[in-house]
């Protein structure tokens, strides 16, 4: 093993020990009834190198539901399909708000401020349905992410996206409010159905972190070698996720953590450190950001020790 692996060994290892041990664990997400029955006590870790080295730790094989880390692969793959065109419908400008909040949609003119809050994420799954059935659009999510992480085994929880759909009002709210701006195409069952069931997709950490390969990668799925999206858009999908992906929390992770990353309500987080390693960690309990509060200090302490900040040092 090189040095470089036997140091993320042993960091992986070693954070994993200390944050198991850990008593604040945060709160967890209990607005999704499903969720609120997750034992707090998990915590897993997988941090996957670019030279295709696998570390991993804790409750790292434990699938969870990854909630808004979707909305990173449903982003990548309506670029795809729709090109910049996606940016007429959604910003691209950190939020400074909750996740669902209703008020800010109602100064842009039901213009989410970027594809990663829950409207913006919405707009885009709407995209993906536009012209599909939504059995087919969710195939096409699940089968993209499946391919992403080369498993075929990743499948949805059902019990919690039926959980979400029962209690998802706010998110009806938000997507009754852009449709009357015309920023939803379709019927806002028909998209809220397919958000609400990618939203509970369930991976384990070391499923999660192959599904992100590809932003540490320049675009390109590194089995395959067939490119993913282009470059330029990875980096900017990188950029996004530095900006936005931790909602109003998302200033204070690049300030401790200085990666690029997506958390989920789930309390998993998907952080990419570009040209190095993609690294996923997942602990339930939150905090008042909504975001995994044990899962950003894993990163906070990972980051540190590997010297793997984009900012340096
Ligand atoms: N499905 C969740 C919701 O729409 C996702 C939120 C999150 O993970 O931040 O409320």
């Known amino acids: 093993m090189s040095e470089t692996a036997s140091r993320i060994e042993s960091a992986v290892t070693e954070i994993a020990e200390e944050m198991q041990a850990r008593a604040d664990r945060g709160k967890v997400a209990d607005y999704i009834p499903e969720l609120a029955l997750v034992d707090p006590a998990g915590f897993g870790i997988a941090v996957i190198d670019n030279q295709g080295g696998v570390f991993a730790a804790g409750d790292c094989d434990t699938p969870f539901s990854v909630q808004s880390i979707t909305k990173v692969f449903t982003l990548t793959l309506a670029l795809g399909m729709v090109g910049d065109r ?46 599909h059935e939504p059995r087919e659009a969710l195939g096409e999510i699940l089968r993209f992410v499946q391919f992403l992480a080369d498993d075929q085994t990743i499948k949805i929880d059902k019990a919690v996206a039926a959980s979400e759909q029962r209690t998802g009002f706010r998110n009806r709210a938000l997507a009754n409010y852009m449709k009357s701006f015309g920023v939803i195409e379709n019927p806002v069952d028909y998209t809220l159905g397919v958000y609400f069931h990618h939203c509970a997709i369930a991976m384990s950490c070391r499923q999660l972190a192959m599904a992100g390969r590809f932003l540490a990668h320049s675009g390109r799925h590194p089995t395959t070698g067939r490119s993913v999206i282009h470059m330029e858009r990875a980096r900017r999908i990188n950029a996004l996720m530095l900006t936005c992906g ?6 204070d992770f690049a300030y401790r953590v200085g990666l690029p990353g997506k958390s989920g309500v789930g309390g998993g987080i998907l952080a990419i450190a570009p040209g190095k390693a993609t690294i996923a960690v997942w602990s339930p309990g939150l905090d008042a950001a909504g975001n995994s509060h044990l899962g950003r200090i894993a990163l906070e302490l990972l980051t540190k020790r590997l010297g793997w900040s984009i900012f340096g040092g």
């Open 86 to 131: 996606l940016w007429r419908r959604v910003g691209r400008e950190p939020s400074g708000s909750a996740f669902n909040s209703i008020v800010q949609l109602e100064h842009e003119h039901g213009i989410p401020r970027n594809p990663f809050i829950n409207a913006g994420a919405i707009a885009v799954t709407d995209l993906i349905l536009s012209g």
């Open 246 to 251: 931790h909602y109003d929390g998302s200033g």
